[in-house]
């Protein structure tokens, strides 16, 4: 049912197909729990119903649609924000080695009307963050060392404790926060990082261990 | 005009909870049945996304237009807004009306919560003056809840609560241990506030189906019926906790139409499918009979008919009532079956309001699995009923409070406003607080019921029309003040739990009901515009799902709801729809349909 390379098969035959698969033993089999591959499609797989359009997206073999817009400069400077917002430790990488700046490019490219207000927002912000390094050091955002950039976070952090000159970087910080972090966390490395363990099949569901019901008091 | 090649007995329109049900009650009793659904084949084995991350997908898996839910989500050709196919709203209406154009309909990404409606909630005006009765009572429907439940796999427990019904013994399946949370919630709700936090009802097989046995007791005397659905039922794996529920499931652990009843149906050789199949009308002769319908094959866009003894519409609950009001003729100038002019009136969805909350005691909790079924394994069902009996409540209908939160897999926005615990932590310092706060915050839903008032329809609208040419829908509504009381009722009582489980309300409280309620048809949960009754005066339809004016025209989806109780409506669209199926059967035999 999965053949990549055949024509687009008539819709009576996929029904007639789906009708056969119930009857067919070896797919009994493969329904036995506790086979972790399975319903796992197989790297490459393609869906050969999906039309490809941005309402029916090939769900096992994703593309973005569109085109990404930030230039190779502007997507260093982000880079290097992400970095200060999420930096590598001894648990996780940082936040521009699992691709957030690629990420944000990704988001503020999307033909949607929230994220043209975001890449309004994100584009302007990288100019106003390497001016005021210039401003300040004389010099690239990136080219700053820890304790300059984190001068700079320091005033634009945090809206509520934020000047009015700084009221605007503060929503580009946040606004980049907030797609940083989602970046970072929905990899499995993100995960990993915060404890995530969940997503792998299992045989059977157990009651939560004692260890977390004393967790809470129960 | 190209004709279909077979006459056959039934023609269903739609293949979701209502068309999959009728096309398997309907075929295993050896009727020959084509299935007209306006989206694509959908084949859940071979497309559903299992175990992918977030990060492998567009914008992290998040919500577009195109695809509201998340990218992984299970509705293709679906939502709020679909291509081509606009409605309308009447002014300050905002009406939303979901739609999914694929094989199975929305079975295939909903909640799976399957709760039964009550012996109250049957008989609703008869309590409080309100509203309609049901034609038929708790009663009658039992048995279909049992037939449906054990046909589909539904896990919780019987805790025997006033309106909250129980399974016959045997029929659930065992509902999976409660997570960290639900266990918190369910002892403070308990201990200090009275409220019942119990399993909840939900369409995962929480273990595999007794295949051996299911299938005699069901179909007793049908060696068809028992062949396709103990195949069926060998063929489904019980759950392994893991992959979102609402992407459907390759595994068929979960219930969707076409996992569950259409493989069975097709199983029997008298079901046959046409995708892609946009029904623009039901065709009458001269005596106001139904003769088939018109439907649009979207790929070569040029209009087919359909012919057959009886046609079922399971269309869903609007487009159902808009294939009747556009089905026009000498007989019917108002519409096929609307001789009351009731067909479109009386829409109601379910009300929603919700408050968020942040818990320290759940902060830093020892990592462990809570995956679970990934929808709910505790709820609240209405524990007021006393107090509104007693005139005590300023709304007439109950609630069922749906509540999650934990360390569920991150996804888009996941740690989204953390500044504002951390007074803008980065670097480190957020990294320190994302472990920290992962899993500590939880949501609590309320899910009410709405009472059937003049104000809430649709209409054709004048101006409107489809890509296929069909004339569109204008919906109109009004929210009356049990609804609104009721929501901001949801709102004071979720901040009062989470107040009382030490936890902070994370989002504002409204204390007026209008800024806290969804919009209409926000939940997906509108049913009625085609209401049965036991007057055909008064109603469209009878007990059965009949149109009281043409005998051979029925409507099984949740068009024919007179109430929409705080139970979410797709159990009990099965459960009648397999009623209804039966009846049409007996009367088909009978020869009532020629």
């Known amino acids: 049912m999965t053949e990549e390379q055949r024509p687009p098969i008539d819709r009576r035959t996929a029904l007639k197909v789906i009708a056969a698969a119930t009857a067919v033993p070896a797919v009994l089999a493969a329904c036995e729990p506790g086979e972790t591959d399975l319903g796992r499609p197989s790297p490459g797989t393609r869906n050969p119903l999906a039309v490809g359009t941005p309402s029916d997206p090939d769900l096992l073999a994703p593309v973005v649609p569109w085109a990404r817009s930030l230039t190779p400069d502007e997507l260093e400077t982000l880079a290097s924000l992400c970095d200060v917002i999420i930096p590598a430790d001894d648990r996780s990488p940082s936040a521009s080695a699992l691709g957030a700046h690629e990420f944000i490019d990704e988001w503020v490219s999307a033909p949607y009307d929230g994220m043209k207000k975001d890449k309004v927002l994100v584009r302007g912000g990288i100019v106003w963050l390497d001016g005021e390094s210039d401003r300040r050091f004389g010099s690239r955002f990136r080219e700053l060392s820890l304790v300059q950039m984190s001068e700079i976070c320091d005033d634009i952090c945090y809206g509520p404790d934020a000047a009015p000159e700084f009221q605007a970087a503060s929503r580009f910080f946040d606004k980049v926060r907030d797609l940083t972090a989602t970046a970072f966390y929905t990899t499995k490395e993100g995960m990993e990082d915060v404890g995530y363990v969940g997503n792998v099949p299992l045989s059977q569901w157990d009651p939560p261990p004692p260890e977390a019901l004393r967790h809470v008091g129960l | 005009m190209a004709k279909t090649q077979n006459e056959y007995d039934v023609i269903i329109v739609g293949s979701g909870a209502a068309g999959g049900m009728s096309a398997l009650v309907l075929a295993v009793h050896g009727l020959k049945v084509l299935m007209l659904e306006a989206g694509r084949n959908y084949d859940p084995v071979t497309e559903t996304p299992m175990f992918q991350l977030p990060s492998e997908a567009p914008l992290r898996g998040g919500g577009t237009p195109e695809k509201p839910f998340g990218f992984y989500d299970a509705t293709v050709d679906g939502g709020w807004q679909v291509p081509g196919e606009p409605y309308a709203s009447a002014d300050d209406a905002n009406f939303l009306w979901w739609r999914a154009r694929m094989l199975g309909g929305r079975t295939n990404h909903w909640g799976r919560i399957s709760l039964r409606m009550g012996e109250y909630d049957f008989k609703p005006y008869s309590r409080d003056g309100l509203g309609f009765d049901w034609p038929m009572t708790y009663a009658d429907v039992e048995p279909y809840y049992d037939r449906t439940e054990a046909l589909i796999g539904v896990y919780g427990s019987n805790e025997g609560l006033e309106n909250t019904p129980n399974s016959s013994p045997g029929v659930l399946l065992p509902p999976p241990a409660p997570r960290v949370h639900e266990l918190l919630t369910q002892k403070v709700c308990a201990d200090r506030m009275g409220i019942p936090v119990i399993p909840a009802h939900l369409a995962i097989l929480s273990q595999r189906q007794d295949f051996e046995g299911w299938p005699a007791r069901l179909f007793p005397n049908n060696a068809l019926a028992q062949r396709v659905v103990r195949e069926s039922m060998r063929s489904r794996a019980a759950c392994f906790w893991a992959t979102p529920c609402g992407r459907g499931c390759s595994i068929k652990a979960n219930f969707q139409s076409t996992t569950v009843l259409l493989p069975p149906a097709l199983a029997t050789g008298n079901l046959d499918i046409r995708t892609d199949a946009m029904v623009r009308e039901v065709t009458v002769d001269s005596r106001g009979r139904a003769t088939g319908v018109h439907f649009i094959d979207k790929t070569t866009r040029i209009d087919e008919h359909a012919s057959a003894k009886v046609v079922v519409l399971a269309a869903s609950a609007c487009e159902s009532a808009r294939l009747m009001l556009n089905s026009r003729s000498s007989v019917f100038p108002d519409g096929i079956g609307n001789g009351t002019g009731l067909v479109g009136k009386y829409l109601m969805?379910?009300?929603?309001?919700?408050?968020?909350?942040?818990?320290?005691?759940?902060?830093?909790?020892?990592?462990?699995?809570?995956?679970?079924?990934?929808?709910?394994?505790?709820?609240?069902?209405?524990?007021?009923?006393?107090?509104?009996?007693?005139?005590?409540?300023?709304?007439?209908?109950?609630?069922?409070?749906?509540?999650?939160?934990?360390?569920?897999?991150?996804?888009?926005?996941?740690?989204?406003?953390?500044?504002?615990?951390?007074?803008?932590?980065?670097?480190?310092?957020?990294?320190?607080?994302?472990?920290?706060?992962?899993g500590s915050w939880m949501w609590f839903d309320g899910r009410g019921e709405m009472i059937p008032n003049e104000d809430c329809y649709c209409e054709i609208d004048s101006d409107g029309v489809d890509q296929w040419g069909i004339p569109t829908l204008k919906f109109h509504w009004k929210w009356s003040s049990h609804e609104l009381n009721q929501a901001r009722h949801m709102?004071?009582?979720?901040?009062?739990?989470?107040?009382?489980?030490?936890?902070?309300?994370?989002?504002?409280?409204?204390?007026?009901?209008?800024?806290?309620?969804?919009?209409?048809?926000?939940?997906?949960?509108?049913?009625?515009?085609?209401?049965?009754?036991?007057?055909?005066?008064?109603?469209?339809?009878?007990?059965?799902?009949?149109?009281?004016?043409?005998?051979?025209?029925?409507?099984?989806?949740?068009?024919?709801?007179?109430?929409?109780?705080?139970?979410?409506?797709?159990?009990?669209?099965?459960?009648?729809?397999?009623?209804?199926?039966?009846?049409?059967?007996?009367?088909?035999?009978?020869?009532?349909?020629?």
């Not at chain 2, 209908?397 to 888009?412: A, K, N, S």
């Not at chain 2, 919009?519 to 997906?524: K, S, V």
Request: aromatic residues 12%.
């Open chain 2, 349 to 438: 969805d379910t009300v929603g309001a919700g408050v968020g909350g942040q818990f320290p005691q759940l902060e830093n909790m020892p990592p462990h699995n809570q995956d679970g079924s990934s929808e709910l394994h505790l709820y609240i069902p209405w524990w007021l009923y006393g107090e509104q009996a007693a005139g005590k409540l300023d709304f007439a209908r109950g609630y069922h409070v749906e509540f999650g939160g934990g360390r569920r897999m991150p996804g888009p926005g996941a740690f989204g406003g953390l500044e504002s615990y951390t007074s803008g932590a980065y670097g480190l310092r957020f990294k320190e607080a994302a472990r920290r706060y992962y």
């Open chain 2, 491 to 594: 709102q004071h009582t979720f901040r009062d739990i989470i107040e009382a489980m030490g936890g902070k309300v994370t989002s504002t409280v409204q204390d007026d009901g209008a800024n806290a309620i969804a919009a209409p048809g926000q939940i997906i949960h509108e049913v009625g515009g085609a209401i049965m009754g036991s007057d055909p005066r008064r109603s469209v339809l009878n007990q059965y799902c009949q149109s009281w004016e043409v005998p051979n025209l029925f409507v099984t989806d949740g068009a024919g709801f007179v109430s929409n109780a705080d139970k979410n409506p797709t159990l009990s669209i099965m459960a009648i729809a397999w009623r209804a199926s039966d009846y049409l059967v007996e009367e088909m035999n009978r020869g009532t349909f020629g």
